[in-house]
């Protein structure tokens, strides 16, 4: 991390004045996001894809009521996150919006559509890759060097708490894309699971490179078990065996090689976040959580409302409390409201380690 910064950089009377004000907002914890349309707050409305949540009905329950880029209903995991640690949600690190002090809050890079793999979601055209994402991340760092100094700037970025979502799209959109798409010719499934956590291992260690020092590391959902996965596989409604073998196999080398990392650096910098269990508790009993289904997705057309795009001509359920679904592939806000209060209080079925609480705790002694 050292070597991303000059030293001697002279510090200004006007820095000084300017940090009078700035230095109380650098106080609170940064928030940095990566990954896919999971975690995505907006970064794709700047982009020519196809990727985007930039009409009604999503954000209907937002507070402005109005479409933001979030594939969600209202708000989504990062969002909650921000809102558990008392902290402004972070901003898309392409919304023109991102300047000045808001930059110390933080800055979400996350793209619809991408993976692990470069290749994954090339149906999408213009999204952010993970590598892209990354280069923001260090140019970021830039941008917030210039406005209180590289030692501070060092300082907010190993302070921080980093979220990254990868994996899901790797089988969805890319693996198991099409029939016999090209990495489902190249590799059979046990041996496509390892290759792609040795590419996230290098994407992990290249955030570790880049000052990242407590991440948040989600496993895959149940990705057979969305509504639009049930529509196209799903008989009698049960998740599709598939796409649950490919998570199932997924899940547990990526907590593997999470703790082989943290074995490596002498510190629990990886946390890892089980979102297989934290979405099959309301999946499977979706009542228990005040659920009417978890098979019927609240905004969508055709089986299970699980075929197409959400958009205005969709069938929109009246009450998007009573959906653990938003749209085809995305939980809704009260869904990712469950998922986060089980990342910050959860048990190690859940987060291994340790928990975000704990986190929050442990860093505040710090």
Same mark, same amino acid.
């Given at each position: 991390?050292?070597?991303?910064?000059?030293?001697?950089?002279?510090?200004?009377?006007?820095?000084?004045?300017?940090?009078?004000?700035?230095?109380?907002?650098?106080? $609170?914890?940064?928030?940095?996001?990566?990954?896919?349309?999971?975690?995505?707050?907006?970064?794709?409305?700047?982009?020519?894809?196809?990727? &985007?949540?930039?009409?009604?009905?999503? *954000?209907?329950?937002?507070?402005?009521?109005?479409?933001?880029?979030?594939?969600?209903?209202?708000?989504?995991?990062?969002?909650?996150?921000?809102?558990?640690?008392?902290?402004? =949600?972070?901003?898309?690190?392409?919304? =023109?919006?991102?300047?000045?002090?808001?930059?110390?809050?933080? $800055?979400?890079?996350?793209?619809?559509?991408?993976?692990?793999?470069?290749?994954?979601?090339?149906?999408?055209?213009?999204?952010?890759?993970?590598?892209?994402?990354?280069? !923001?991340?260090?140019?970021?760092?830039?941008?917030?060097?210039?406005?209180?100094?590289?030692?501070?700037?060092?300082?907010?970025?190993?302070?921080?708490?980093?979220?990254?979502? #990868?994996?899901?799209?790797?089988?969805?959109?890319?693996?198991?894309?099409?029939?016999?798409?090209?990495?489902?010719?190249?590799?059979?499934?046990?041996? !496509?699971? =390892?290759?792609?956590?040795?590419?996230?291992?290098?994407?992990?260690? &290249? #955030?570790?490179?880049?000052?990242?020092?407590?991440?948040?590391?989600?496993?895959?959902?149940? #990705?057979?078990?969305?509504?639009?996965?049930?529509?196209?596989?799903?008989?009698? *409604?049960?998740? $599709?065996?598939?796409?649950?073998?490919?998570?199932?196999?997924?899940?547990?080398?990526?907590?593997?090689?999470?703790? *082989?990392?943290?074995?490596?650096? *002498?510190?629990?910098?990886?946390?890892?976040?089980?979102?297989?269990?934290?979405?099959?508790?309301?999946?499977?009993?979706?009542?228990?959580?005040?659920?009417?289904?978890?098979?019927?997705?609240?905004?969508?057309?055709?089986?299970?409302?699980?075929?197409? #795009?959400?958009?205005?001509?969709?069938?929109?359920?009246?009450? &998007?409390?009573?959906?653990?679904?938003?749209?085809?592939?995305?939980?809704?806000?009260?869904?990712?409201?469950?998922?986060?209060?089980?990342? /910050?209080?959860?048990?190690?079925?859940?987060?291994?380690? /340790?928990?975000?609480?704990?986190?929050?705790?442990?860093?505040?002694?710090?």
């Amino acid at each position: 991390m050292d070597s991303l910064f000059s030293t001697g950089s002279l510090v200004t009377l006007s820095l000084i004045l300017a940090l009078t004000t700035v230095a109380p907002q650098a106080e $609170a914890r940064a928030f940095f996001v990566f990954g896919d349309s999971l975690v995505d707050n907006g970064n794709n409305d700047y982009l020519a894809t196809t990727a &985007r949540a930039d009409s009604p009905p999503y *954000g209907i329950d937002y507070p402005t009521h109005q479409p933001t880029g979030r594939f969600s209903n209202g708000l989504n995991i990062p969002d909650i996150i921000s809102e558990q640690m008392g902290a402004e =949600p972070t901003l898309p690190y392409l919304s =023109p919006m991102l300047t000045g002090e808001r930059l110390l809050v933080g $800055a979400n890079f996350a793209s619809a559509g991408i993976g692990i793999l470069n290749d994954t979601g090339i149906q999408f055209l213009n999204i952010i890759r993970i590598g892209r994402q990354l280069e !923001y991340f260090q140019q970021y760092q830039n941008r917030v060097s210039g406005l209180i100094g590289p030692e501070q700037t060092q300082r907010l970025v190993n302070q921080a708490l980093v979220l990254i979502t #990868l994996g899901g799209n790797d089988f969805v959109n890319n693996y198991y894309l099409v029939p016999l798409s090209a990495r489902s010719r190249q590799f059979a499934l046990p041996d !496509y699971v =390892p290759f792609l956590i040795s590419e996230y291992r290098k994407i992990l260690v &290249r #955030l570790y490179e880049l000052g990242a020092r407590r991440v948040l590391v989600t496993g895959t959902g149940p #990705l057979g078990c969305v509504p639009a996965e049930l529509a196209q596989r799903s008989r009698n *409604g049960e998740c $599709a065996v598939e796409l649950q073998q490919a998570a199932a196999l997924f899940n547990p080398q990526l907590v593997e090689m999470l703790g *082989g990392l943290n074995s490596e650096i *002498g510190g629990n910098v990886f946390i890892a976040a089980n979102a297989m269990e934290m979405n099959m508790d309301f999946i499977s009993d979706p009542q228990a959580y005040g659920f009417v289904t978890s098979k019927v997705a609240c905004c969508g057309q055709g089986p299970y409302n699980g075929l197409g #795009l959400c958009t205005r001509l969709s069938n929109l359920c009246p009450n &998007r409390d009573i959906y653990a679904f938003w749209d085809p592939f995305h939980p809704s806000e009260r869904a990712n409201r469950i998922i986060v209060q089980q990342m /910050m209080t959860g048990s190690s079925k859940y987060m291994n380690p /340790m928990n975000l609480s704990t986190i929050l705790a442990l860093d505040s002694k710090t």
